[in-house]
């Protein structure tokens, strides 16, 4: 099955906060997971990602975790800030090169 | 430099008639997708082509879909007989080939609202 089921939908989280967002997966053959970061009115643009040889990948704030045997790849953003509110996608390779998307996390942070 | 760039940003049109949508990629790029992305969902996979070619469309809902891509540059999204359900923004990515390791680039999309 070619999916990837992201939650939550939607999330709130204060100045400073830790933002977490979870994605799961059922094709044990895909081997690279984007996150992408999309503001209103503009497309998906590539924020962080990892491939499963890795436990971890960490970039400035955002950090991937990922749990191989439970199929499982999160975000985690770190002192979060009102400028990282968007809406967030994690992702994986179909066969050949094109993406599929999870539904989204949108994210708020208040100031 | 520049993005990829997408044309027109909205169209609105009548349930039946035939829209185009134009997407420029990232100069050299030979990698070129098109994606849909419903309200509230993440984008969804329609075509890709290398250089002039599909490679895979098996993500076109249905033969009133298709694309082309003539020179390996410019690429168009054709609908035939719009409907309601069309209604979307289309998103246009290219990256510099067809590794599944290599970023792709999303230009802003074209939001089409069929009457």
């Known amino acids: 099955q070619q999916q990837v089921k992201q939650s939550p939908q939607s999330l709130i989280v204060q100045k400073g906060g830790i933002s977490i967002i979870n994605c799961a997966y059922e094709?044990?053959?895909?081997?690279?997971f984007p996150w992408y970061q999309q503001f209103p009115g503009k497309g998906p643009a590539l924020l962080i990602a990892i491939r499963p040889d890795v436990s971890e990948k960490k970039e400035g704030r955002f950090t991937i975790s990922f749990n191989k045997s439970a199929k499982q790849f999160s975000l985690h953003i770190m002192d979060s800030q009102p400028g990282d509110s968007a809406t967030y996608f994690c992702?994986?390779?179909?066969?050949?090169?094109?993406?599929?998307f999870g539904k989204g996390t949108t994210l708020s942070v208040s100031s | 430099g520049a993005g990829v760039s997408q044309t027109p940003s909205n169209k609105v049109t009548e349930k039946g008639k035939y829209v185009e949508l134009r997407c420029d990629p990232i100069s050299g790029h030979t990698a070129l997708y098109w994606y849909r992305q419903s309200l509230g969902q993440g984008p969804e996979f329609l075509i890709y082509f290398q250089g002039t070619g599909a490679a895979d469309d098996s993500g076109l809902p249905n033969d009133r879909f298709f694309a082309v891509r003539p020179e390996g540059s410019v690429s168009t999204l054709k609908i035939q007989r719009t409907e309601r359900g069309d209604s979307a923004v289309y998103l246009c990515a290219s990256s510099p080939g067809p590794s599944s390791y290599n970023e792709q680039f999303f230009g802003p999309g074209t939001r089409l609202t069929v009457l």
């Open positions: 992702a994986a390779p179909l066969a050949g090169t094109a993406l599929i």
């Open positions: 094709n044990t053959a895909f081997d690279y």
